[in-house]
């Protein structure tokens, strides 16, 4: 019912920066939570930033001072500005909305992920 494009993933010297985003399509009611997690090889999913509808914003202690989430609601859209990027920022990045959907008359919650975009911080 709600589809996430995710875009901006690629390979980086360390030092350099990279935005990726995730654009939401479908039958969206309104869109809650917005949010970035990454998971690097042997490692669990964990969340580097998150967004609210009130655009209060929480980062993981290891990217603050280095990202910036931001969302653009006309476009349903969520970026992640990577700057000062390090060679332990490689992971998988996975963007994450929860909201509501619509068919019809019926309303329902949704939760999507996105399908992944690899960065790569080469030292």
């Known amino acids: 019912q709600v589809q996430l494009v995710e875009s901006g993933g690629g390979l980086v010297q360390a030092g350099g920066s990279l935005r990726l985003s995730c654009a939401a399509s479908?039958?969206?009611?309104?869109?809650?939570?917005m949010g970035w997690y990454r998971q690097a090889p042997g490692n669990q999913r964990e969340l580097v930033a998150n967004i609210t509808s009130g655009s209060s914003t929480n980062y993981i202690d290891s990217v603050k001072g280095r990202f910036t989430i931001s969302r653009d609601n006309a476009k349903n859209t969520v970026y992640l500005q990577m700057n000062s990027l390090k060679p332990e920022d490689t992971a998988v990045y996975y963007c994450n909305v929860g909201g509501v959907y619509f068919i019809g008359s019926y309303y329902s919650d949704f939760d999507s992920w996105g399908q992944g975009t690899q960065v790569t911080v080469s030292s």
């Open positions: 479908g039958s969206i009611f309104s869109i809650n939570a």
